[in-house]
């Protein structure tokens, strides 16, 4: 397993590596120019003498490979640059946000797994009946929806017709310290909204597991065996039926990367998502690397996770791949 | 799945949608002489009524209109983008499965690579370097969803090589060409134009969520996401309507094209176990 771990960490250097080279190149080929991005509604007026004073400052007059490598080994000492948008360094903004968007997207994943598992129970429990036919058909319309509209609908529901809950943000627009009831008060509505838009997944996975284990022998024996229906649906078929799901879990993580890009900035969650959107928005070319880099980094992580799980669940998976 | 008159109802529902869909909006921008873009601050943010099905947006604009025009242009990105990456995933599929060696180590390492940053990520990423438009947004939603069609070309193309009549054709003496397009390409396209269905569904949301967060087509050419974004304010006064109805126009023919798309893949994969496998 360590073995495993330890390849698949070499593995991802190169494509982590191709990643930067690649946003790098893509920044290249557009017509974005940094110096003009720098020098904002001066560079209007400004002299070409200026600018190329400017172009030379920023080290943008230097051939795609060595302002690669510069950025590259700054980045490894931890310097990733500074944020024209949030006028600090890009790596306090990260280790600042990534805080909040891990809370949010864990608090997701949970309400995801619970309410997935317990409907995919349900309805895989006696698949073809109205309860399977009703859940599976809103998984599906779900499915179809997108996050941000599902947000929008939940802050018009809840925030502004019930009025029970806040409509974004992390604390309340008075407070200026960070409590955690206030928090889990914000944390609600996003956390909900991106549990719910991945629920499909994880429901339609338990459901087809659990109606499947239900045909197979075990289950037959251990009902032939007079075992509580209870005990059978727990013990035999869930334990059977949430194995797929939950080797995969790690390979969700590009799905709720895009789905915390979505709802963070609907909610104006002050997590890393909602900046990478705000740095797009900027052309901020410094931040936005270094996301998309990061991204990268835990999709491959997620991978890994995802075999490690699956060599852990089933032995007959070696740990070579 | 079972039941076939179940199975006949989704069908024809799907039919019956997706023909709805493209006759609106083909017919109705040329037939219906109405001006989509008309403001009338007088009949602002009204409520759903006979007049207006929809009600109307902030400025007055009739919203089951400005819909139907959101959906046009939603769904010609969509169409647009889902062919572009089709081609795409297709050529670098048959050549890595064709060509085989190292060819497709390269090749499977890209789309490896590619598959590691996430879809939405990467499309930003690309519309905000080259600024938004039409063109930048189908090129991000292409560039994003070749992948899948690539792995599923290749996969076809490998198991097609070890069949007797394609060994036969090779051991007859036929070109490597001509086993390409006379018998790969062909046995190859209803699963790549499966794909290509499935994903008009998927570039249509894509680009309703970069209109949505300002990374889209420009407010003049305004797509469902541009709706949505736009209604943001109005929302926050208490008017649903201008976001609900765009959101539905875009759960609808999702819904009805992965439903037709269902029935083809039935018939060309019926072995298929699982409802999640392709």
């Not at chain 2, 189908?138 to 969803?145: E, G, R």
Request: glycine residues 8%; hydrophobic residues 55%; positive net charge.
């Amino acid at each position: 397993m360590a073995r495993m771990t330890g390849r698949r960490a070499l593995a991802a250097v190169p494509v982590l590596l191709g990643v930067t080279l690649a946003v790098f190149a893509v920044a290249e080929a557009s017509p974005f120019d940094p110096v003009k991005a720098y020098a904002g509604t001066a560079g209007l007026t400004a002299s070409q003498e200026n600018l190329d004073q400017l172009r030379h400052n920023l080290g943008v007059d230097q051939p795609l490979l060595t302002r690669w490598w510069e950025w590259l080994t700054a980045a490894v000492t931890g310097d990733l640059g500074d944020s024209a948008v949030m006028r600090r360094p890009v790596a306090d903004v990260i280790t600042e946000r990534l805080g909040w968007s891990v809370l949010l997207a864990a608090t997701a994943f949970l309400v995801a797994i619970a309410l997935g598992t317990l409907l995919g129970v349900l309805a895989g429990r006696r698949r073809g009946g109205l309860l399977d036919r009703t859940v599976s058909a809103l998984a599906y319309t779900l499915e179809a929806a997108p996050a941000f509209w599902l947000g929008l609908l939940a802050i018009w529901f809840f925030a502004l017709r019930l009025g029970v809950l806040p409509a974004g943000g992390l604390t309340d627009t008075a407070s200026d310290t960070v409590t955690p009831d206030q928090v889990a008060r914000h944390l609600v509505l996003p956390a909900l909204v991106l549990g719910v838009s991945q629920l499909p997944w994880f429901f339609l996975y338990v459901r087809q597991g659990v109606g499947d284990a239900l045909d197979e022998d075990p289950v037959r024996g251990a009902r032939a065996r007079g075992l509580a229906e209870r005990t059978v649906l727990t013990g035999h078929a869930l334990r059977a039926g949430m194995l797929p799901m939950l080797t995969l879990i790690g390979s969700r993580v590009p799905e709720l990367i895009t789905g915390a890009l979505l709802v963070e900035t609907v909610f104006s969650w002050p997590g890393i998502a909602a900046a990478t959107v705000q740095a797009a928005t900027a052309v901020d070319f410094p931040l936005l690397a270094a996301l998309t880099v990061l991204a990268t980094a835990a999709v491959l992580l997620g991978n890994l996770l995802s075999d490690l799980l699956y060599g852990l669940a089933d032995p007959r998976v070696g740990f070579d791949g | 799945m079972a039941d076939p008159r179940t199975h006949r109802l989704r069908l024809w529902t799907s039919a019956l949608v997706v023909g709805a869909v493209v006759l609106a909006v083909l017919l109705v921008p040329p037939l219906v002489q109405l001006d989509e873009q008309a403001v009338d601050l007088s009949q602002k943010l009204l409520p759903p009524s006979w007049e207006h099905p929809f009600g109307t947006d902030d400025v007055g604009r009739d919203l089951l209109l400005r819909c139907v025009y959101g959906l046009r242009i939603s769904l010609l990105v969509g169409l647009v983008a889902a062919l572009v990456a089709t081609v795409l995933g297709t050529a670098v599929g048959a050549a890595a499965g064709a060509l085989g060696g190292w060819t497709d180590r390269t090749l499977m390492r890209l789309v490896d690579a590619f598959s590691s940053v996430p879809h939405l990520l990467l499309g930003i990423f690309v519309v905000a370097l080259f600024r938004p438009g039409v063109w930048p947004v189908i090129a991000s939603v292409a560039v994003t969803h070749w992948l899948s069609t690539a792995r599923i070309v290749r996969s076809e193309v490998l198991s097609l090589r070890t069949r007797p009549h394609i060994e036969a054709a090779i051991s007859g003496g036929a070109s490597r060409r001509r086993v390409a397009t006379r018998h790969l390409l062909p046995a190859v396209l209803p699963q790549a134009g499966l794909a290509a269905v499935l994903m008009v569904p998927h570039a249509m949301w894509h680009e309703s969520a970069l209109s949505f967060l300002g990374l889209g087509l420009p407010s003049h050419q305004a797509s469902l996401g541009n709706l949505v974004q736009s209604a943001r304010s109005s929302l926050l006064s208490g008017a649903w309507w201008p976001t609900l109805f765009p959101g539905l126009f875009l759960i609808l023919p999702t819904l009805a094209i992965a439903g037709l798309a269902g029935t083809w893949r039935d018939r060309l994969n019926p072995r298929r176990r699982s409802e999640l496998m392709l």
